[in-house]
């Protein structure tokens, strides 16, 4: 009999797939935002509007798996710009929030930033924070319509941020590598306060060191894990997200589940 060895499908293995199948040069990614009730425009629902942002992707030779726009980003940006907006009142002191592993498209921050006015910290390593830009500056106006803005930075996971602590830390499919698990965890757990809420959108690839990921939060900054439900009642999803849904993982931690 012969045997059969089976290879892992492996993160770079999907975003070829994703380069191969799916590119796009350009991707439209529209948003439903809350607006407050002053803001309503005349002929449309009731404090509902929509925002877009046009996102270059560049190609996996560029950057390996930053250059991809992953399914975990689109569905984690849209549930921010869902369930952050509207932005707080003119005049109060801006939110901040904390984008790890940005991407080359720093989707997440653009969409705390354009629905919820956050002051945005989105952050990669060098390579891919330029193309970063890039992004931020194609979206530069639809990005500052709520008084929100974004900046990038370089961090490594393992250091501190700039800004001691955050109102907000986001990341979509940052727990690929389990090597890294303890870095950023430890980049949190920095960037956390009594207040922060946590928000990271993954493909489930390796359940055991994924739940050994988020006890290793509760142990060092006692954030605590719910899951956020993608079923029927995720009315803020786009269709052609229903489909993409197998194995994606949402999760919500904050000191006070």
């Known amino acids: 009999m012969a045997l059969v060895v089976r290879r892992e499908r492996t993160v770079q ?17 529209e948003l439903l935002v809350q607006e407050a009730a002053e803001d309503t425009r005349a002929g ?6 929509e925002l877009i942002l046009d996102v270059v992707n560049f190609s996996f030779e560029d950057l390996g798996v930053g ?10 940006a849209r549930y921010i710009a869902w369930h952050w907006s509207p932005p707080p009142p003119l005049g109060t002191t801006p939110r901040t929030c904390l984008e790890l592993g940005c991407g080359s498209s720093a989707l997440l921050g653009m969409a705390a930033a354009a629905a919820g006015g956050f002051s945005v ?8 924070i330029k193309l ?8 530069e106006e639809t990005v500052g319509v709520s008084g929100g803005h974004v900046r990038t930075r370089v961090l490594h996971w393992g250091e501190a941020a700039e800004q001691e602590t955050f109102d907000l830390i986001v990341g979509a499919d940052i727990l690929y ?11 949190i757990a920095q960037a956390a306060d009594e207040s922060t809420e946590v928000l990271l959108c993954y493909r489930e690839r390796h359940r055991d060191a994924e739940a050994s990921f988020f006890r290793m939060l509760q142990d060092q900054c006692e954030l605590h894990g719910e899951a956020i439900d993608l079923g029927e009642d995720a009315f803020w999803l786009a269709p052609e997200d229903r489909g993409k849904l197998l194995d994606i993982r949402l999760t919500h931690l904050s000191r006070s589940q």
Do not use: K, Y
């Open 44 to 49: 449309q629902e009731a404090g509902i509007r």
């Open 177 to 187: 590598l389990q090597d890294m698990h303890a870095a950023l965890a430890t980049t």
């Open 132 to 139: 970063a830009r890039r992004n931020l500056r194609r979206n």
């Open 67 to 76: 250059a991809v726009l992953w399914t975990s980003a689109t569905i984690l």
């Open 13 to 29: 293995d999907e975003a070829l797939a994703i380069a191969a199948s799916s590119f796009q040069h350009q991707v439209r990614v």
């Open 121 to 128: 910290t989105a952050t990669d390593l060098p390579q891919v």
